[in-house]
């Protein structure tokens, strides 16, 4: 059993910046590989970043490369990701996830 739990969501101006945060519980958080995916409104989830146990490699989708920082703590059990010039397509539910773990999820909204 893992538990995921995110922060950090908010409203933001197009070009701005956000910092989401997710804190593990209930396994060896440095055994895993974590990521994140997000789910706009009608939308499919989808694949943001991903990085492995150590990380020392990351992954991201097309859409966020150059823009999105993903990044973790082994000794707190955290992954960040952190999003610069924002766009208003990036606006979605951004989640955690780990093996089959999800966590609940938080809003970002990009907007003027």
């Known amino acids: 059993q893992v538990r995921l739990v995110e922060s950090g969501g908010g409203l933001v101006q197009p070009g701005g910046s956000l910092r989401l945060s997710c804190a593990a519980s209930?396994?060896?958080?440095?055994?895993?590989?974590m990521g994140w995916f997000r789910q706009a409104p009608g939308k499919e989830r989808e694949f943001v970043a991903r990085?492995?146990?150590?990380?020392?490699?990351?992954t991201f989708a097309d859409s966020v490369r150059g823009r999105f920082t993903i990044s973790r703590d082994n000794s707190e059990n955290t992954v960040s990701l952190q999003m610069n010039s924002l766009k208003v397509e990036d606006t979605a539910v951004y989640y955690c996830h780990t093996l089959n773990y999800w966590g609940q999820g938080t809003q970002v909204t990009v907007s003027s």
């Open positions: 209930g396994r060896t958080f440095s055994n895993l590989s």
């Open positions: 990085i492995n146990p150590s990380g020392s490699i990351t």
